[in-house]
């Protein structure tokens, strides 16, 4: 295989990987999403629960109350507003 098409099938396979994490699909969902009046609240559950909550959050700007449900050693720190 030449070097520029195996460069070109790194790089597919990188962004493919990348697209596919849940943070990213969390921000691309909520790309175009902007909250009405209201409070905003984030539930999140699951393995990749912290992670999405942090990029929802991140995407939103705030969030006014929530809860993530993952396992202790899953959670990577403090999401404003979140418990």
Request: net charge positive.
């Amino acid at each position: 295989m030449d070097a520029k098409l195996r460069n070109d099938a790194d790089r597919i396979i990188a962004e493919s990987l990348r697209a596919v994490l849940p943070g990213e699909a969390v921000r691309r969902a909520l790309k175009a999403f902007h909250p009405g009046g209201g409070k905003t609240i984030l539930v999140a559950a699951g393995k990749a629960a912290w992670q999405m909550a942090k990029d929802a959050a991140e995407a939103l700007g705030a969030v006014d109350a929530g809860i993530v449900i993952t396992k202790y050693e899953h959670v990577r720190g403090y999401i404003p507003g979140v418990v």
